[in-house]
T-cell receptor
Framework: KNEVEQSPQNLTAQEGEFITINCSYS?????LHWLQQHPGGGIVSLFM???GKKKHGRLIATINIQEKHSSLHITASHPRDSAVYIC???????????FGTGTRLTIIP | NAGVTQTPKFRVLKTGQSMTLLCAQD?????MYWYRQDPGMGLRLIHY???????AKGEVPDGYNVSRLKKQNFLLGLESAAPSQTSVYFC??????????????FGPGTRLTVT
């Protein structure tokens, strides 16, 4: 079974700071999913990637398959970015995702 | 497109009662999933379906049953609720193997309390 670890568990930063959230996994994967969960509970898909880098607005996700590691970056962070960010991995030949426990991000104005 | 919807949003049950949670998606997705989310734990898969008429067990299936009679709907049943089933339940869907896309789209969640 793939073990997914996220760091840090909690992160508090000032508005405008550059944010990095990390995700490591133990077994080779076919894809990695970054999700955002706002207070109030809804879960939104941010990215799904299997190699390289993807960018959407101020969000950038990178993955290093050899090192079994992915990072989610937020540039020019804003209080509305405050949420829990969840990493999930899809193993080869498996329809299911394995989820990390999430990183709680708080951006202070 | 409504995306993925869940009914109800909140429910309080007494121990031993039964209920069904309904998930519906209008994206013509093949795969559907039911998860539970508990404090301090990642999302855990209860059951999933890779197509109409098919279901499979996930990581924590005990105490739950599911059915997928129509492609757009995935029902989660609790036959005899227990306090350990107090949780937030999320449904999700993805296009699946036919389109080689496993990006999952989530419903808004159902908060269930069993007393």
């Amino acid at each position: 079974k793939n073990e997914v670890e996220q760091s840090p568990q909690n992160l508090t930063a000032q508005e405008g700071e550059f944010i990095t959230i990390n995700c490591s996994y133990s077994v080779g994967i076919s894809a990695l999913h970054w999700l955002q969960q706002h207070p109030g509970g809804g879960i939104v898909s941010l990215f799904m990637l299997s190699s390289g880098k993807k960018k959407h607005g101020r969000l950038i996700a990178t993955i290093n398959i050899q090192e079994k590691h992915s990072s989610l970056h937020i540039t020019a962070s804003h209080p509305r970015d405050s949420a829990v960010y969840i990493c999930a991995v899809k193993s080869f030949g498996n329809e299911k995702l394995t989820f990390g426990t999430g990183t709680r991000l708080t951006i202070i104005p | 497109n409504a995306g993925v919807t869940q009914t109800p949003k909140f429910r309080v049950l007494k121990t031993g009662q039964s209920m069904t949670l309904l998930c519906a998606q209008d994206m013509n997705h093949e795969y559907m999933y039911w998860y539970r989310q508990d404090p301090g734990m990642g999302l855990r898969l209860i059951h999933y379906s890779v197509g109409e008429g098919t279901t499979a067990k996930g990581e924590v299936p005990d105490g739950y049953n599911v059915s997928r009679l129509k492609k757009q709907n995935f029902l989660l049943g609790l036959e005899s609720a227990a306090p350990s089933q107090t949780s937030v339940y999320f449904c999700a869907s993805s296009q699946g193997r036919l389109k080689s896309s496993y990006e999952q789209y989530f419903g808004p969640g159902t908060r269930l309390t069993v007393t």
